[in-house]
């Protein structure tokens, strides 16, 4: 019984991730008819002996996205050294984004590893649990930026295009004003009451109720008393936003068409809302690479560059993964 219930809950998921997919794909398909593909190898020929610097602008992202991370665990016992942070963000990243589970099936290994170094598990929980709300208002914030600029980058914008853009922040910044907002009340019991009453509460989370109720604690006590350090996080994390920039400057450069730093941070920050879309897809298949040639089209950069502009970012997405992934297998 426990397996049927399992997979009549999950089919809905893997239904919605299918239908995203597909049509991700045919979307993709008419766009890539479009492309030059010899103007394209040829740019990617031009700069092939520098593809190396890809890796750089990303590399101090995550060491951003670290430091934020670091400031909640500021004074926690047993937290690890900002070297060995970094590596096991890296690896549970590199999980969340290969696993089709909302981008989240990275978060128990980072907690697992975080308990088997000493820190406690309501503390390893509650540091995840708003880091990953950091995430997303910082993302609110990066895009809202790029949101201003784009009137002077990019004069007589369609309106259609505009509203839309709007319409997406303002639903990435509801949900993720509601998830903060949810953290000062309980999340973890009041989920756990919620699927008891539902007749959908796992043997193993109901014995757990006493650990969730130490998790929603954590949770609590930070938001009273530690509201410096998640300001902190907040601008940590906007940082790594804003490094993941440049990482569109250095793509282009590569390619022999060098694009202005407003420019980059505008596509960069239209393309991670197109991609949160695709949040549900692993490594957001199809919906990530459609949109950077949609969003190539819509700043005159045409389709071959946007093509090649995807193509590049997915390389650098391959090399931090693999180190991810090797990370993941040498954490003991």
Request: net charge positive; aromatic share 10%; hydrophobic share 55%.
């Amino acid at each position: 019984m426990t397996g049927e219930s399992s997979n009549a809950e999950t089919a809905p998921m893997r239904r919605w991730n299918l239908l995203v997919l597909a049509v991700a794909a045919v979307v993709l398909f008419f766009l890539l008819r479009g492309i030059d593909w010899d103007t394209l190898l040829s740019c990617f020929w031009r700069g092939a002996r520098y593809w190396p610097l890809l890796l750089v602008p990303y590399a101090f992202s995550c060491l951003f996205w670290t430091l934020s991370w670091k400031s909640l665990l500021a004074g926690v016992p047993g937290a690890p050294g900002l070297r060995r942070l970094f590596l096991l963000r890296l690896a549970g990243e590199s999980l969340n984004q290969l696993t089709p589970a909302a981008s989240l099936g990275g978060e128990p290994f980072k907690a697992l590893r975080l308990h088997a170094l000493g820190v406690s598990w309501p503390s390893a929980t509650a540091s995840l649990v708003i880091h990953k709300a950091l995430m997303a208002a910082s993302l609110v914030l990066y895009i809202v930026l790029a949101l201003a600029l784009v009137p002077s980058v990019l004069p007589g914008l369609p309106p259609a295009v505009v509203w839309f853009s709007y319409l997406g922040t303002s639903t990435l910044a509801t949900g993720a004003a509601a998830f903060l907002l949810l953290q000062r009340h309980n999340p973890c019991s009041l989920f756990v009451r919620l699927l008891t009453r539902w007749g959908a509460c796992p043997a193993f989370l109901k014995v757990r109720l006493p650990e969730c109720a130490a998790v929603d604690a954590a949770l609590a006590e930070f938001h009273r008393s530690h509201t410096g350090a998640g300001l902190r996080a907040l601008a940590w994390y906007l940082a790594g936003w804003l490094c993941h920039a440049g990482e569109v400057c250095v793509i282009f450069w590569l390619m022999g068409h060098p694009v202005d730093l407003d420019l980059a941070l505008c596509l960069d920050a239209l393309a991670q809302l197109v991609a949160a879309l695709g949040f549900m897809v692993p490594v957001s298949l199809g919906v990530q690479d459609g949109g950077n040639i949609l969003l190539s089209l819509g700043f005159k950069l045409g389709s071959t560059l946007g093509a090649g502009f995807s193509i590049l970012r997915r390389f650098r997405e391959g090399c931090w993964l693999l180190l991810g992934l090797l990370a993941a297998a040498g954490e003991k």
